[in-house]
């Protein structure tokens, strides 16, 4: 009896650390209320807005995207997923709008559970560029 308590309160805690524990440094969480974001892969830099802001769920949303460097196709695919937590598949389609921009507009769901991280992979080419953020 004794033993079966101690295993359920050890059980409770590991789940509870789990649950809330941080997924990434502040510094890793883009902030796309300041300004956009960039990453660097390979031989290209890529650079991502979100508009509208502030950024919230439920709302439609544009994802504008600004490549330097490397041949580019037309189309890009924008995959949107929240780390540690499966939400369906939502991917955001983002055609060339200029020389080296790309823009396209989805929605992002708000999470039954409350976490608010939000991982978006690009992929170009060869290469997947992932760029971590907040939604409201």
Same mark, same amino acid.
């Given at each position: #009896? ?19 524990? %941080?997924? /990434? ?8 209320? +300041?300004? &956009? ?5 390979? =031989? ?7 508009? &509208? +802001?502030?950024? /919230? ?12 460097? @490397? ?11 929240? &780390?540690? #937590?499966?939400?369906? +598949?939502? @991917?955001?389609?983002? %055609?060339?709008? @200029?020389? =080296? +921009?790309? %823009? ?7 999470? &039954?559970?409350? %976490?608010?991280?939000? /991982? ?13 953020? =907040?939604?409201?």
């Amino acid at each position: #009896m004794k033993n079966r308590l101690i295993f359920r309160i050890s059980l409770l805690i590991l789940i509870f650390l789990f649950a809330c524990s %941080k997924e /990434q440094t502040d510094e890793d969480v883009c902030d796309f209320e +300041k300004r &956009p974001c960039i990453n660097r892969t390979g =031989n290209i830099e890529v650079m991502l807005d979100i508009e &509208p +802001k502030p950024l /919230q769920a439920f709302r439609e949303t544009a994802f504008i995207v600004t490549i330097r460097g @490397e041949r580019l196709p037309d189309e890009l695919l924008l995959d949107l997923s929240m &780390p540690g #937590m499966y939400m369906g +598949k939502n @991917e955001v389609v983002l %055609k060339r709008t @200029e020389n =080296n +921009k790309y %823009k396209g507009t989805g929605v992002i769901p708000r999470c &039954p559970s409350g %976490k608010t991280i939000w /991982q978006a992979d690009i992929f170009i080419q060869e290469y997947t560029v992932s760029f971590r953020f =907040n939604v409201k």
